[in-house]
Nanobody
Framework: QVQLVESGGGSVQPGGSLTLSCAASGRGFSVEAVGWFRQAPGQERKFVARIYRSKGANYADGVKGRFTISRDNAKSTVSLQMNNLQPEDTADYYC???????WGQGTQVTVSS
């Protein structure tokens, strides 16, 4: 089982940047694909990005070119660099480990002028 803890959320103006971090504890993190999902108020949780053990990645269409996911297996962390944030990016962001179906508790991102 993997435990995940997100951090780095906050409030920014449109066009701003934030970096979210997901710290993992427990066994097996380095072999897992890990992703970020987000959930806006009143909406379902949606896929944002995923990174594989090999560090290949894929992204939702709405964040391609603005968000970058990365991982440090030695530190058991996954990061999400978010640039050019827009109001529609406002949501709670969750880290997810695909193999163990583990979720973090979420971190809030608010983009507003």
């Amino acid at each position: 089982q993997v435990q995940l803890v997100e951090s780095g959320g906050g409030s920014v103006q449109p066009g701003g940047s934030l970096t979210l971090s997901c710290a993992a504890s427990g066994r097996g993190f380095s072999v897992e694909a890990v992703g970020w999902f987000r959930q806006a108020p009143g909406q379902e949780r949606k896929f944002v990005a995923r990174i594989y053990r090999s560090k290949g990645a894929n992204y939702a269409d709405g964040v391609k070119g603005r968000f970058t996911i990365s991982r440090d297996n030695a530190k058991s962390t996954v990061s999400l660099q978010m640039n050019n944030l827009q109001p529609e990016d406002t949501a709670d962001y969750y880290c997810f480990a695909f193999a163990t179906l583990s979720w973090g508790q979420g971190t809030q991102v608010t983009v507003s002028s």
